[in-house]
Structure formats: structure tokens, C-alpha cells
T-cell receptor, first 113, second 114 residues
Framework: KAGVTQTPRYLIKTRGQQVTLSCSPI?????VSWYQQTPGQGLQFLFE???????NKGNFPGRFSGRQFSNSRSEMNVSTLELGDSALYLC????????????FGQGTRLTVV | GENVEQHPSTLSVQEGDSAVIKCTYS??????FPWYKQELGKGPQLIID?????GEKKDQRIAVTLNKTAKHFSLHITETQPEDSAVYFC?????????????FGKGTTLSVSS
């Protein structure tokens, strides 16, 4: 059974640009959550998608957005990139919602220069 | 706001020793507590979890205990091996908006020397 797949693995962008990251969850999983991981702040919840709808959102500015498609694949978009957006972006998939096991992908390492 | 505190931040043990990592949480509504292991260049891997209706859970060399009254939970690794070296994260579920989210501790870097 394939795990969670995130693409691309690495990205370098310039301040002010925008970026789109992709996540394919485990087959049969319908919930996708996104997290930002930095050395200073650790793992922070961005948002969760289930059945193509954003169900929850963490404490991040509106520059961070996402969507989910009918096949449960999800994309995350960051607009007007800032240096502080440099981080490892992780996607986690779960079978359902609420307190079910969450499995992470390998992440996308975003560097903003 | 809600938070999860994790201690210690670094832990060095000799192969064969036990390792214990402790976490405390603040939201009494938390009822799901997973532990993750993250190796360099990889995403976090779920290694064990516990729900609030259980006090202890064991899986081979790994065990987790939960004290809901004190809002403490701990990871115990026995007979440590060099391949156990990694960063370990605890997490607690919190109610948020239309569901739940996981709040993570800052991580413990475990080094097992042979």
C-alpha cells in the first residue's frame, strides 16, 4: 500500500512569488491535514480538508490556502512568499476525521530567498 | 492557548538502556495522544498512540502511559538500539472549529550510542 506522497520534495522561491504544493493521501483516506515544521516553532497545524471542504484552519495568515479534489488529493498554496515561510511543509492523511491515526508524507522543503 | 510541553529536549543513552520522554498537555478535552518518530530527511512516522479511555499501551519495546488527571503522558523505550536514534514528538488532540487538530510538542532528540 503506497504511503502519503508529497511533491515536489524541494523548492526554492523568491520573496513575493507564490507556490503550490501537492499531497496524495493513502488510498481510501479522505482527510488531509497540512502542517508547517520549522526549527523554532516546531510542527504547527495549517488546515484540514475532508470531502473537498476545509474543515479546520490553524492560526496562519490568509496567504496560506488549500483545496482538496474529489480523489482526496490536496494542494496547498502560499502567495506573496516571505522569508519566514521557509519551512518543511508536511501533509498527513487520515481515514476519517477526529482522533484517527494520521500518517505523514516526507514533506516539501520550501526555501524562500 | 492550548499547548503541549515535552521534556527533555535531548536525551543520550547507551545501547540497551531505557529511554523515557514526558509530555504534559493543557486542554482537558484532549482524548487522543499519538507519538511520532522523525528521522533525518523524512516525515514523522506514527509509532504508537493512546486514547483517553486507556491508561497504558504497549507494542514490543515501546510503551505509552497516560495520566488524565495530571494531564501527563509518557513514551517508554526499552532495550534501546542505535536505530532508535531520531527526534520523537508527542501530540495531543484538541477540539477546534468543526473537528479536532493535533498540537505537537517541540520534540526530543534521542541519541543511542553503541
Amino acid at each position: 500500500k503506497a504511503g502519503v506522497t508529497q511533491t515536489p520534495r524541494y523548492l526554492i522561491k523568491t520573496r513575493g512569488q507564490q507556490v503550490t504544493l501537492s499531497c496524495s493521501p493513502i488510498s481510501g483516506h479522505r482527510s488531509v491535514s497540512w502542517y508547517q515544521q520549522t526549527p523554532g516553532q516546531g510542527l504547527q497545524f495549517l488546515f484540514e480538508y475532508f470531502s473537498e471542504t476545509q474543515r479546520n484552519k490553524g492560526n496562519f495568515p490568509g496567504r496560506f490556502s488549500g483545496r482538496q479534489f474529489s480523489n482526496s488529493r490536496s494542494e496547498m498554496n502560499v502567495s506573496t512568499l516571505e522569508l519566514g515561510d521557509s519551512a518543511l511543509y508536511l501533509c498527513a492523511s487520515s481515514r476519517g476525521r477526529g482522533n484517527t491515526e494520521a500518517f505523514f508524507g516526507q514533506g516539501t522543503r520550501l526555501t524562500v530567498v | 492557548g492550548e499547548n503541549v510541553e515535552q521534556h527533555p529536549s535531548t536525551l543520550s543513552v547507551q545501547e540497551g538502556d531505557s529511554a523515557v520522554i514526558k509530555c504534559t498537555y493543557s486542554d482537558s478535552a484532549s482524548n487522543y495522544f499519538p507519538w511520532y518518530k522523525q528521522e533525518l530527511g523524512k516525515g514523522p512516522q506514527l509509532i504508537i498512540d493512546i486514547r483517553s479511555n486507556v491508561g497504558e499501551k504497549k507494542d514490543q519495546r515501546i510503551a505509552v502511559t497516560l495520566n488524565k488527571t495530571a494531564k501527563h503522558f509518557s513514551l517508554h523505550i526499552t532495550e534501546t538500539q542505535p536505530e532508535d536514534s531520531a527526534v520523537y514528538f508527542c501530540a495531543a488532540s484538541i477540539p477546534i472549529q468543526a473537528g479536532t487538530a493535533l498540537i505537537f510538542g517541540k520534540g526530543t532528540t534521542l541519541s543511542v550510542s553503541s
